[in-house]
């Protein structure tokens, strides 16, 4: 009985035997590792172009090495060249391993050993295809070579199939077979056979970025530290433990200034409600003991109406100390605004407003030299935008925020004050009650069918060139006086009514009040002057109110967390307490365009800036980013930071 099958006679001798096996172990093995070094690259730097520089590096010595490689096949011994050229190519392969174990990241590394790879491979070459004839006798050549071609052919087939495979549990566990180097394909086609599921590659920008939680002492808030200390170098939290001392009978564990700072420091942070306390929390330090937010609300609900003026007189105190310490404007400007602050839930002392929506109404005086929120008044959502009654109430508030030269009234000269709305605060009783502190009065009007007719009339030589915000002629804009011409005997005596009249810009909207192509604006005031243009430049000033009122909707006013009106109220006047924080950082310890920064910005750049705390014997070092483009700004704000003379 024949045999079924029978190996071809040129694998009977031994030699040609072991030089086959050798030659397919070989391809298989060259071209595994091409896969590998490709599938590496890619994975480390995700660039097709790097992959197929990998490739040129692997073939580029191959015609260079062509007729140098078979000179050394004619001249030397072609086993010694090819036991020579496996030795180089199982020595590339070893350097890569040691260059992949070393955690090499660098392109020319693996383009470097591709070329070594290729090098060694077209050396050994020529030598390798003419030792065959040197094996196997003349009539079993044609066989032999046969056998060569197809096992060269099944390596350079298989090998990359082969080195596709990975393997996830050993002989027989999950996996996935990367179809090419562009590709990522599925051991099953059938995912929900065996429990398997697709694996699919996308785009990374991590690349092969390890994370790992395993570090101590880093902390992520390295700026936020300014703020904390900035309160304790001011005698802040000093001034309202002293202040909110009557609320425990014996000394608390939590410092009740303390927390009210911390409450502050999370709103500056980022934070709009209480637990937000907990990312000060989480990081002792640089904050030392912080309570818990459920301390924090405790406190926050028994802060009645008492508190909350010894609150605010805690921070009419450290106004003057920060005043003292280079805060204080050369002018003090009161600037008049309303806000609609929505809320999602019909909360206490809230009400349906003007714009169809639900929430509170709070009128604001900020000082518009610093910044600072000298007084505001929580008021239901239908409260009226134009109540004389609230402006007054949050006049007085404002002055007595201010320090004593300032806020006393009563001397025959008093300091100059200078106090701006819009058109809402255009009241009789305001502007009296303006008149009897002694205060200068801007104040928006509204254009009638009177003052229209009467802006109109007015002759081309009386009009003059309006100002831009920084003083140079605006163009198309002009500015008159309109007092004598219209009727304002129910106001202040010396009042003045002063009209602006405008080309609106290409696409705008023209009021009924617009009349002759132009847009007209009113203000009236009571200041001296012949300059009727610095005048109404001083008073279009007012529009950076809006800035000062999202930027305290960005320190927690945009959400009042409670159901309750008592604890809204607490939050409030914490608010108000962040926004005079933030100001006295900005005018005392920023400098450049970081002074000037909106809230979100100088989270990103200063305040969330990541640092590592190192100890030797009692001292910390706050380490920073060196690479970090305002650690230098950040470094220089504690320096200032420390400069500053602790409070007495």
């Known amino acids: 009985m024949s045999a079924v099958f029978e190996l071809p006679p040129a694998m009977h001798h031994r030699d040609f035997r072991r030089f086959w096996a050798s030659m397919v172990g070989s391809g298989f093995a060259t071209q595994m590792v091409a896969v590998a ?11 097709a172009f790097d992959l197929g520089l990998i490739g040129l590096a692997e073939f580029a010595p191959v015609p260079l090495l062509a007729l140098p490689a078979g000179q ?175 609320l425990f009978r014996r000394r608390p564990q939590h410092d009740p200034g303390r927390v009210l700072v911390d409450l502050a420091t999370t709103l500056i ?78 909360k206490e002392g809230a ?25 505001a008044v929580l008021r ?13 109430a949050v006049l007085d508030a404002a002055l007595a925020q201010l320090p004593g030269e300032l806020r ?28 009897q502190r002694k205060i200068r009065f801007s104040l928006g009007y509204y254009v009638d069918e009177r003052v229209g007719a009467a802006a109109v009339a007015l002759p081309k030589r009386c009009w003059r060139r309006a100002l831009d915000a920084d003083g140079t002629a605006r163009t198309g804009a002009w500015v008159a006086e309109l007092t004598g011409r219209v009727e304002l005997s129910g106001w202040p005596e010396r009042t003045r009514l002063i009209v602006r009249r405008e080309r609106p810009h290409p696409g705008a909207q023209l009021r009924f009040t617009d009349t002759d192509g132009h847009r007209y604006t009113c203000f009236i005031t009571d200041q001296d002057g012949k300059e009727i243009a610095q005048l109404e430049r001083r008073h279009r000033l007012h529009a950076r109110v809006e800035d000062r009122i999202q930027e305290s909707q960005e320190l927690g006013l945009g959400r009042l967390p409670f159901q309750a009106l008592a604890p809204n109220q607490a939050w409030f006047e914490l608010t108000l307490l962040a926004q005079d924080l933030l100001a006295w950082l900005r005018l005392l310890v920023l400098e450049g365009e970081l002074a000037l920064a909106k809230p979100k910005r100088l989270r990103g750049r ?14 910390r070092t706050l380490h920073l980013p060196r690479a970090w483009p305002w650690a230098n700004d950040l470094l220089a704000a504690f320096a200032r930071l420390r400069a500053l003379a602790a409070p007495g």
């Open 351 to 375: 009400g349906p407003h003007r714009k169809g929506g639900f929430g509170f109404h709070p009128l604001h005086c900020f000082c518009d030299e610093t910044g600072e929120q000298l007084a």
């Open 72 to 246: 050394l096949a004619d001249r030397l011994p072609r086993t010694t060249l090819v036991f020579v050229s496996n030795l180089a190519e199982a020595l590339v392969v070893a350097l890569l391993l040691l260059v992949t174990l070393g955690g090499a990241r660098q392109l020319w590394q693996f383009v470097a050993l591709a070329a070594l790879t290729g090098a060694t491979s077209a050396l050994g070459s020529p030598a390798g295809r003419s030792l065959t004839p040197e094996i196997v006798p003349a009539e079993l050549l044609a066989g032999a070579l046969a056998l060569r071609s197809v096992g060269g052919q099944a390596a350079t087939i298989a090998g990359p199939a082969l080195a596709s495979i990975r393997h996830e549990g050993g002989v027989g566990g999950e996996g996935n077979v990367l179809l090419c180097r562009e590709d990522v394909g599925c051991l099953d086609l059938h995912p929900a056979r065996g429990g398997r599921t697709l694996r699919v590659k996308h785009g990374s920008r991590l690349g092969s970025l390890q994370i790992a939680a395993d570090q101590s002492s880093l902390v992520s808030r390295s700026g936020s530290a300014l703020v904390s200390e900035l309160a304790a170098r001011l005698g802040l939290e000093r001034e309202l433990s002293s202040a909110l001392a009557h």
């Open 269 to 346: 942070d980022g934070g709009d409600c209480v637990s937000d306390l907990g990312a000060l929390a989480e990081q002792p330090d640089l904050f030392g003991l912080v309570a818990s937010p459920s301390t924090a609300t405790r406190l926050l609900h028994g802060l009645g109406e008492r508190e909350l003026t010894a609150i605010r007189e805690a921070r009419r105190r450290v106004r003057e100390r920060a005043w003292a310490l280079g805060a204080r404007p050369a002018t003090v400007t009161l600037d008049f605004d309303a806000q609609l602050v929505e809320c999602h839930s019909e």
């Open 37 to 47: 070094v490709g599938w590496q690259v890619f994975a480390i730097h995700r660039s």
């Open 606 to 619: 200063l305040l969330h800036v990541a640092g590592r705390i190192t100890r030797s014997g009692r001292s």
């Open 380 to 392: 239901p959502g239908n409260a009226g935008a134009n109540t004389a009654a609230d402006h007054v």
């Open 408 to 435: 006393d009234r009563e001397r025959a000269q008093p300091v100059a004050i200078l106090a701006r709305s819009d058109s809402a605060g255009a009241t009789h009783a305001f502007a009296a009650a303006l008149r």
